[in-house]
């Protein structure tokens, strides 16, 4: 992570700060769900702090799934609360597809692949997310 120069380097620091945006917009939607504003302000909070770390000490992808997770977590919550409030079944699927993208992401950390498909730790992961954004996109929580 910290020997991307030239053009690589440049394109790396751009994949992670799409990323800190990213994790930015899921604040702005829990935000916009559960109507506190104050989550809107923690996710530009934690940007700033996420800019000052890849700017500053390490240019990780690891850095960048540390700092997706609060934000992630913090949606979860806004679903099952709002699910719970409202009964939609959008906010159910929000839930579901945030719980697959979890646990993509704990097959990635573990290394766990599917060899059945001849599918990597990296490659399972991508699948399980797809999965999830599906889930996520036809559920279309608060919509």
Not at 21 to 50: H, K, M, R, Y
Not at 79 to 107: N, S
Request: no cysteine.
């Amino acid at each position: 992570d910290g020997q991307h120069h030239g053009i690589g380097g440049a394109l790396w620091v751009v994949v992670l700060l799409a990323v800190g945006a990213a994790n930015t917009a899921l604040w702005a939607l829990a935000g916009a769900l559960s109507g506190l504003a104050v989550l809107d302000w923690i996710g530009l909070i934690q940007f700033g702090f996420f800019v000052a770390i890849i700017g500053l000490w390490k240019k990780s992808f690891l850095v960048a799934s540390v700092f997706t997770l609060p934000a992630i977590l913090a949606l979860l919550a806004v679903f099952l609360v709002r699910y719970v409030q409202t009964g939609a079944p959008g906010f159910l699927l929000g839930v579901i597809a945030l719980l697959v993208a979890l646990a993509g992401a704990g097959l990635q950390a573990a290394r766990i692949g599917a060899w059945w498909f001849r599918l990597r730790h990296n490659g399972l992961y991508h699948v399980v997310q797809a999965i999830a954004f599906t889930l996520l996109f036809v559920g279309r929580p608060g919509v």
